[in-house]
């Protein structure tokens, strides 16, 4: 088990590009979620998927972004058209769902992104 | 207006001082879950209560729920420079954790 692993850990782009973020849960959690982080501030969740499906997505989450589990293991989480205000800390967390809503996240240590 | 509000939002304090944070809200969880967070890094669970007026030892740490469910405190005892990182408590909503903004503690050697 070697954690929830996101890439890249940094990311600076200018304004108007698209970016893509990967993460990689723990291989045995059926659950994944992401969450956004600005300074100061706690984690704010964006969507999250039970295997491959996409069971619920925050009003937080334009039409620019877009997340997919294809297979039900890696995620992807892509912005277009990138914002200043879109610069934050993208985290990555999975979990079994066995628990509901006490099931404990695992966090990746998430991918800083940078709009100039 | 947050769901979970945590106080202080800062705190700066001596090696081998106590100190108390606490998370509270109007809503009724099921259970809370406290995490600490470093720099760079993702969030780690640290402790979930579940029970109303549970209380759970962590070594140094002792975590406290609410007899009614909506609130929750983190004590610590003799805090060491270790101890600094962003505290949060996050409760259950639905299917996800919704979390609080945190408590940003420093312990200065």
């Known amino acids: 088990d070697t954690g929830v692993s996101q890439n890249p850990r940094h990311k600076i782009t200018k304004r108007g590009q698209n970016v893509t973020f990967r993460c990689d849960p723990i291989?045995?959690?059926?659950?994944l979620y992401w969450y956004r982080q600005t300074l100061g501030q706690g984690p704010e969740f964006l969507t999250y998927f039970q295997n491959e499906a996409q069971l619920e997505k925050s009003r937080l989450l334009s039409d620019r972004f877009s997340a997919e589990r294809p297979k039900g293991s890696f995620s992807t989480l892509e912005i277009q058209r990138t914002e200043q205000g879109d610069s934050a800390m993208y985290l990555c967390a999975s979990s079994l769902s066995w628990g509901g809503d006490n099931s404990p996240l695992h966090f990746g240590n998430g991918t800083r992104l940078t709009v100039t | 207006t947050q769901l979970l509000e945590q106080s202080p939002q800062f705190l700066s304090i001596q090696e081998g001082e106590n100190l108390t944070v606490y998370c509270n809200s109007s809503?009724?969880?099921?259970?809370l879950q406290w995490y600490r967070q470093e720099p760079g890094e993702g969030p780690v669970l640290l402790v979930t209560v579940v029970t109303g007026g549970e209380v759970k030892k962590l070594k140094r740490l002792t975590f406290q729920f609410g007899d009614a469910r909506k609130d929750s405190s983190l004590h610590i005892t003799a805090a060491q420079p270790g101890d600094t990182g962003l505290y949060l408590c996050?409760?259950?909503?639905?299917?996800?954790?919704?979390f609080g903004a945190g408590t940003i503690l420093r312990v200065k050697s």
């Open positions: 809503s009724v969880f099921s259970s």
């Open positions: 291989s045995e959690h059926n659950r």
């Open positions: 996050a409760g259950g909503r639905g299917n996800k954790l919704v």
